[in-house]
């Protein structure tokens, strides 16, 4: 069964920086890629970041684009966004999407999320 846990989230000042934690356990694909998202109350969920498994390729929403940094541990499962210079409009639960398409069948994985509040 596979797992998408976040952690790392936590309250801190503008300006401020955190480090979230995407870990995987149960999954069995090799190439997929992993997106972070993230949801204010009453508004719809916002893409964040996406890594592939592979290579070096990262892509950004305009919005964080300079001030968040998307990585990846493959020996530990673990995808990992830095959040750095952190606004109050920054504050939203953070979700670990994981995206596989295999021989045409798409399997898309959530984790529960975490909770990353900015004070202004």
């Known amino acids: 069964q596979v797992e998408l846990v976040e952690s790392g989230g936590g309250l801190v000042q503008a300006g401020g920086s955190l480090r979230l934690s995407c870990a995987a356990s149960g999954f069995r694909f090799s190439t997929y890629t992993t997106n972070w998202y993230r949801q204010a109350p009453g508004k719809e969920r916002e893409w964040v970041a996406v890594?592939?498994?592979?290579?070096?390729?990262?892509n950004y929403a305009d919005s964080v684009k300079g001030r968040f940094t998307i990585s990846r541990d493959n020996s530990k499962n673990t995808v990992y966004l830095q959040m750095n210079s952190l606004k109050p409009e920054d504050t939203a639960v953070y979700l670990c999407n994981r995206l596989v398409n295999s021989f045409g069948v798409v399997y898309d994985y959530w984790g529960q999320g975490t909770q990353v509040t900015v004070s202004s």
């Open positions: 890594i592939r498994s592979a290579g070096d390729k990262t």
